[in-house]
C-alpha cells in the first residue's frame, strides 16, 4: 500500500497542512469515521458531531481540553469541514482554523485517496509557526485512520489516554522534570522505557520488563515517539505531546472489539503509574 504523504500548502494568504493517504476500504465506511463523532474515536479523538452544515463539532483533547467547531461543509461521504475560532485563547483575535476530509473513490476496486487538509484559508503566513508543529501530529492520525480500516475494520473503538505533566501541575516551559531536590532532569523518553526505541516500524516488538505487557508490531517510529499495533487488540502510542509550553508525557490505547470500553477502563490505571514511576 502506498506511503502516506505530506505537504503544506501555501498561497494566496493560506498556510495548510496536507496529508494524503490510500485506504482499502468502502467510502461509506470512511465516512463513519470522519463524520460522526464515536467514528472519531477510533483515530484521533473522542468526539462530538452534530450532522448536516452548521452542525457543531466537539473534540476532546484530554489534559489539553476541548476544541469547539461549527461544521462548514457537509457531503457524505465525500466531504466533511468544519472552521474551530478562538484557537489562541479568547485574548487574540484569529481566523478561523480550518480542518476538511476528502474522500475520493477512483473506482475499479483501487483504494480511497483520503486527504486531510488543517490549518488557515486566511493570514497564514503570520500564523504559520503555530500551524507547521501540527504536522507530524496529522500525520500520525491518518496514519491511524488506515491502520483501523486495514486492521480493525468495523470494531467499535474506545480509547484510554494518560498524560502526565513533568515538574507537576504547573506549566512546564523547558524539557525538565523536577526531582527532590527541585532540579530540573531529563524528560524520559517513553519508547526508550517501554523498550521499544531501537525497533523498526514494521518489526514484532515486546515491552520491557517492568512495563504493562505487550506485544505487537511497531507501525512507526517517530523522533520521540512510538507506535506499537497488537493484533487483536489496538493500537498503543508512546511519546512527548506539546501544546504551546506545555509538555505531557502521554500514553494513548486506541482500543477495538465489542470489550474495548471495558479494556480501556482497566488499562488506564497500570499505564499511568508506570509513566508516574519514570519521574520519581
Known amino acids: 500500500m502506498d506511503a502516506i504523504t505530506d505537504w503544506i500548502e ?3 494568504g493560506r498556510c ?14 470512511v465516512w463513519e469515521s470522519v463524520g460522526t463523532g464515536p467514528g472519531y474515536t477510533a483515530w484521533f479523538v473522542p468526539a462530538e458531531v452534530e450532522p ?17 467547531g461549527t461544521i462548514t461543509a457537509w457531503d457524505p461521504p465525500r466531504r466533511i469541514s468544519y472552521d474551530e475560532g478562538g484557537w489562541m485563547g479568547e485574548d487574540t483575535p484569529v481566523p478561523p482554523w480550518s480542518t476538511e476530509v476528502e474522500v475520493e473513490d477512483p473506482g475499479d476496486g483501487a483504494p480511497l485517496v483520503v486527504r486531510l487538509t488543517s490549518g ?5 503566513p503570520r500564523w504559520r509557526e503555530q500551524i507547521l508543529p501540527t504536522r507530524e501530529g496529522w500525520v500520525g492520525a491518518v496514519r491511524m485512520l488506515r ?3 486495514t486492521h480493525f475494520a468495523g470494531l467499535p473503538a474506545a480509547q484510554f489516554i494518560v498524560q502526565v505533566e513533568p515538574g507537576g501541575n504547573d506549566v512546564v516551559t523547558g524539557v525538565g522534570s523536577l526531582d527532590d531536590g527541585g532540579v530540573p532532569g531529563p524528560v524520559p523518553d517513553l519508547a526508550e522505557a ?9 518489526r514484532p516488538a515486546v515491552t520491557a520488563p517492568g512495563v504493562p ?9 517517530d523522533p520521540g515517539s512510538v507506535t506499537l499495533r497488537v493484533d487483536g487488540a489496538g493500537i498503543y502510542e508512546f511519546g512527548t505531546a506539546e501544546f504551546g509550553p506545555t509538555r505531557m508525557l502521554t500514553v494513548r490505547g486506541y482500543l477495538y472489539g465489542v470489550d474495548a470500553a471495558e479494556r480501556a477502563a482497566a488499562e488506564e490505571r497500570p499505564w499511568r503509574d508506570w509513566v508516574e514511576s519514570l519521574l520519581r
Open 120 to 124: 488557515l484559508l486566511e493570514d497564514g
Open 194 to 202: 517501554a523498550g521499544l526505541a531501537g525497533v523498526e516500524a514494521g
Open 213 to 221: 505487557p505487550l506485544a505487537g508490531t511497531v507501525i512507526a517510529r
Open 147 to 149: 491502520e483501523y480500516h
Open 52 to 68: 448536516g452544515e452548521g452542525g457543531g463539532v466537539t473534540m476532546h483533547h484530554g489534559s489539553f481540553g476541548d476544541s469547539e
Open 16 to 29: 495548510l497542512v496536507v496529508v494524503e493517504a490510500r485506504i482499502a476500504a468502502a467510502a461509506e465506511a
Open 10 to 12: 501555501e498561497e494566496d
